[in-house]
Structure formats: structure tokens, C-alpha cells
């Protein structure tokens, strides 16, 4: 039997890649999708089919609510930055980052993975692109990693944990075109944090832009569906 590692899934194109590398690495992937007041939960549905189109059997719903917390455009009354330039895109860390996001998907992930007696973690962050949000470094995977050993009953007795950010290092075209030999279908994923009320992707915020031009990039055709007169 394959060992299971548990992947953060969020029906985006990152986490969507971060699963096909898992099940290519011989894992047996439990995945861990994170409601959490999101204003783009359409990305919830696409993870759905993801899970379901990879044949992933053990898929789980954890519900946080965010908006609680706020602080960020996708959980608050704060509108989604639109038209931005890369350069800009490249200055301070922007409101769309969600107030330690990462840390509490690990941290469910971690206990996830200790219940179902499994040891390696998928995330699928990226520092090239865009390296605005703080806990997509590196050095913050790592420094989870360390924590892990001494906040688990696992770790404390002997289990060695592996955060596995295997997007890390790779633009974005560049993750497309690992997908694409991999077979992911890009048309089931969600990038757009501010989508309309048909889930369809609005073409200018961040996300949007990132991912249109790592598709350009990749001489791969983007088959995202835009809002109307968008593209």
C-alpha cells in the first residue's frame, strides 16, 4: 500500500498541480480543502471535481471562519486590487493577503496527517511569480517543518515530518508545464479571488493576471472561463 501524505487543496491551479506531483511522488493523497469565509468560494467546488478527476478517495472539508479574523480582501469588506502591474504586484505584501493563512492550513494539515498516521504535507506555494505573501518563503516552510516535530505526539516520538512545497522554485509558466505532462486538466481549476455570481473569473485581479501570463508563457492555451467582455 502506497504511503498517504495529506495535500492542501484549494481547486487552484498551484494546489491542483501540488496534488498530481504527490500522486506521481507514489503518494496515496489524503486531501484537505479549507472553507473559511472566502469570497471566492467557488474554488471549494472545483477542488471537489480536482479530488474526484485524480481519484482521490479520502477528501475532507474542514470550515474556519475567516471573516471572523478579517484583515484581508478575500474575508472582508475590502475590494480586490484590479489592473495591477507586475512591478507592482512586487511591492509590500497586498491586501489580499489572509492574516497567517498558511500557518493554520498547515497547522490542520499536520493534525490531519497525524490521525490518518501520515507524515508528509503538500502545499502548494510559490515564491517566484509573486513572492508579496509572507508565508509562501521558504524559510517559513522549513521553520513549520521544525515545529511540527515538537508540537506533535508524532514527532515527539519519533516521526520525522516532510512539508513538501514542490512549486516553491518554479514560475508559473513553468508549474503549467509540469501539470501538463502530469495530465492536469487546468480547465477544472479556480485562480480568480473575486469572481462573479457564475464562479466566472474576473481577468483582472492578481491571481487572474499571474495566471493568464504563466499560461502565454507556457505556450499552453488558457481554458479559464472570463467574465463577459473580459479576454
Known amino acids: 500500500m502506497a504511503k498517504r501524505a495529506v495535500v492542501l487543496l484549494s481547486g487552484g491551479l498551484d494546489s491542483t498541480t501540488c496534488l498530481a506531483m504527490a ?10 480543502s479549507i472553507a473559511y ?28 471562519d475567516l471573516r471572523q479574523v478579517g484583515g484581508s480582501a478575500l474575508t472582508d469588506d475590502i475590494p480586490v486590487p484590479k489592473d495591477r502591474s507586475e512591478d507592482a504586484m512586487s511591492h509590500d505584501v497586498p ?13 490542520l494539515a499536520l493534525g490531519l496527517a497525524e490521525v490518518v498516521g501520515a507524515t508528509d504535507l503538500y502545499i502548494g506555494v510559490n515564491a517566484v511569480d509573486y513572492s508579496g505573501y509572507p508565508d509562501c518563503r521558504p524559510e517559513f516552510i522549513r521553520s513549520f ?5 515538537l508540537a506533535t505526539k508524532a514527532g515527539v516520538e519519533g516521526a520525522t515530518f516532510k512539508v513538501h ?6 514560475t508559473k509558466a513553468q508549474i503549467i508545464q509540469a501539470g501538463v505532462k502530469l495530465g492536469v486538466d487546468y480547465g477544472m481549476t479556480h485562480s480568480c ?8 473569473a474576473c481577468g483582472r485581479c492578481d491571481s487572474c ?14 481554458p479559464t472561463v472570463y467574465t463577459d467582455g473580459v479576454r
Do not use: I, W
Open 23 to 32: 500522486k506521481a511522488d507514489g503518494f496515496e493523497p489524503v486531501c484537505l
Open 37 to 64: 469565509g472566502q469570497r471566492h468560494a467557488v474554488e471549494l467546488e472545483r477542488a471537489k471535481k480536482v479530488a474526484s478527476a485524480m481519484g482521490v478517495r479520502d477528501v475532507r472539508v474542514v470550515t474556519v
Open 95 to 107: 491586501v489580499t493577503y489572509v492574516p497567517a493563512r498558511n500557518a493554520l492550513f498547515l497547522s
Open 145 to 149: 517543518e521544525a515545529m511540527a516535530q
Open 165 to 170: 512545497a514542490p512549486l516553491s522554485g518554479l
Open 193 to 200: 479571488y473575486d469572481p462573479d455570481a457564475q464562479g466566472r
Open 209 to 222: 493576471l499571474l495566471r493568464a501570463k504563466g499560461f502565454q508563457e507556457a505556450g499552453v492555451p488558457d
